[in-house]
């Protein structure tokens, strides 16, 4: 099988991946998605030319893919990157109401000079 039909259905696997994620698996996905990632790295360096009709359609149709893949690879990224800040204000707004006077600035003191 030439490397270009295995990347093709690497980057099949790979969008299948991208499209399939939801919160409760996202974490597995993610490592599947790096599986294929590398693997399909690997297979991209051994793609030569020149190419056959058949390679170079699979070759556009995996561009396509590309770019979806990206798209959705960013989302999946921002996504991630908002519920990370979401986590931390939770956390330091369990910590202001554990403890309220914890992080009070004490700038100065007054004092009183009529003792």
């Given amino acids: 099988m030439s490397s270009v039909i295995l990347c093709h ?11 399939g994620v939801t919160v409760e698996n996202r974490d597995s996905v993610i490592d599947e998605i790096e599986k294929l990632l590398v693997e399909r790295h690997s ?23 590309n770019q979806e893949i990206d798209r959705k690879l960013v989302l999946l990224r921002t996504e991630i990157k908002r519920d990370m800040n979401g986590l931390s204000r939770k956390k330091s707004s369990v910590q202001k109401y554990s ?13 009183d000079k009529k003792k």
């Fill in 9 to 19: 259905s690497i980057t099949k696997q790979l969008k299948e991946a991208v499209d």
């Fill in 43 to 65: 297979l991209l360096s051994t793609i030569k030319p020149p190419f056959t009709a058949d390679e170079q359609s699979l070759g556009k149709q995996m561009m396509a893919w």
């Fill in 99 to 111: 403890n309220p006077y914890e992080n009070l600035q004490h700038d100065g003191m007054f004092y």
